[in-house]
Nanobody, 115 residues
């Protein structure tokens, strides 16, 4: 069992930046593919960014060039650096961990982009 705890969400003005963090429990972190997903009110949860165990990354088209996912295996932590934030980035952001058939989710952290 893996527990994921997100932090770093909050209220930011359009054009601003936030960095989300997700700390994972357990000793298998380096083997997990890690991802960030988001869910806006009335919408389905969608992929934002993923990073494989080898460091390969993939992003949703809507965040390419603005968001950066990274991981620190020594700290069991995955990050999402979000720059040039837009109102449409407002959502609950969830951390995700995958290894083989096992998938785990964090509780989510709210990001609100508004003036």
């Amino acid at each position: 069992q893996v527990q994921l705890v997100e932090s770093g969400g909050g209220l930011v003005q359009p054009g601003g930046s936030l960095r989300l963090s997700c700390v994972a429990s357990g000793s298998m972190f380096s083997g997990y593919a890690m991802g960030w997903y988001r869910q806006a009110p009335g919408k389905q949860r969608e992929l934002v960014a993923v990073i494989s165990s080898t460091g390969s990354t993939n992003y949703a088209d809507s965040v390419k060039g603005r968001f950066t996912i990274s991981r620190d295996n020594a700290k069991n932590t995955v990050y999402l650096q979000m720059n040039s934030l837009k109102p449409e980035d407002t959502a609950v952001y969830y951390c995700n961990a995958k290894l083989y058939i096992n998938t785990y989710w964090g509780q989510g952290t709210q990001v609100t982009v508004s003036s």
